[in-house]
């Protein structure tokens, strides 16, 4: 008999039936209440603990039940990038790196990945030591009106950095933020000298409320999260109620291809390591990402 393939299959039954347990013991009754119960938290960061995961972040208080939506991304071609982008007289050099189209001009640099996903620099705009936010946003309003977009965002949030602002624009349905829609600008005063856009350009509403899990069973997951990691997270930094579009099939689906769907309510966990999206319907993993630095 293989004893060391016996000894892994034992250790990995124990953790399921550990996970189940938890599930059953720290999950009941928490499934159909908007307020989410102070002693169930206190049970599972416990139970989180025995794991080796501390729980730093708020646990929210509440939950709130939320319907689908259907999403469609903006996409971005070649061609149009280049004639929104570059002057028409510029001479440009196009490149392609598997899934990742590169435009260089003489100070302007374009990446579009999978056609959805959007990088800018412009290496002519230097730090500056005066900003006006009012002149930042007129240029990121003619930026996006070049690209056939509108500031659409319901979720804006500006910080300052050494020479420049940085605006983070996001969009939401109903109060909750989409977590995919991302733009990214840094600006000062001579313009942009940098850009991240993701950006839906459909967002409606794909059915009727229905009832989410509580944070507390979300994080339920993280155990087996950490079984499959080759580093494991220590620490959840943050959970957070919105919505994601995925697949929840990642390692069967190629989501690079999926343009349009349905976004799905989900728990945000971000840890040290990772972003984690469970599928507040059914708990499954919708994505999961790498934790920015």
């Not at 930094?237 to 343009?259: H, K, M, P, R, W």
Request: charged share 25%; with cysteine; proline share 3%.
């Amino acid at each position: 008999m293989d004893w060391a393939k016996a000894k892994t299959i034992l250790i990995a039954v124990f953790l399921a039936i550990n996970i189940f347990l938890a599930y059953i013991i720290i999950g009941a009754n928490t499934g159909s209440v908007s307020h989410v119960d102070s002693e169930r938290v206190k049970q599972a960061t416990g139970y989180l603990a025995e794991k080796g995961i501390v729980v730093k972040g708020q646990v929210p208080e509440k939950k709130s039940d939320m319907p689908p939506i259907t999403v469609k991304q903006k996409l971005f071609s070649t061609e149009d990038i280049k004639g929104s982008l570059f002057a028409s007289e510029e001479k440009t050099v196009e490149s392609v790196d598997g899934s990742t189209v590169k435009i260089n001009g003489k100070n302007i640099e374009v990446s579009i990945r999978n056609r959805r996903e959007l990088f800018y620099t412009d290496n002519s705009i230097r730090p500056a030591s005066i900003i006006d936010e009012k002149v930042c946003r007129e240029s990121i309003e003619k930026f996006l009106s070049r690209l056939g977009m509108q500031d659409d965002a319901s979720i804006r949030r500006v910080g300052d950095l050494e020479g420049y602002k940085r605006f983070i624009y996001t969009q939401s349905f109903k109060g909750a933020a989409i977590y995919n829609s991302l733009m990214e600008f840094y600006v000062n005063n001579d313009g942009i000298q940098r850009a991240r856009v993701v950006w839906f350009e459909t967002v409606k509403q794909a059915g009727k409320r229905k009832e989410v899990i509580s944070p507390v069973i979300a994080m339920l997951y993280m155990p087996e999260h950490n079984n499959k990691s080759t580093t494991p997270s220590k620490e959840v930094l943050d959970i957070q109620q919105g919505y994601y579009f995925g697949t929840g099939a990642s390692d069967q689906v190629d989501v690079s291809v999926v343009e349009e769907g349905t976004a799905f309510p989900v728990w945000r966990i971000t840890t040290d390591r990772d972003i984690i999206y469970i599928n507040a319907y059914n708990e499954k993993v919708e994505g999961i990402e790498k934790a920015r630095e």
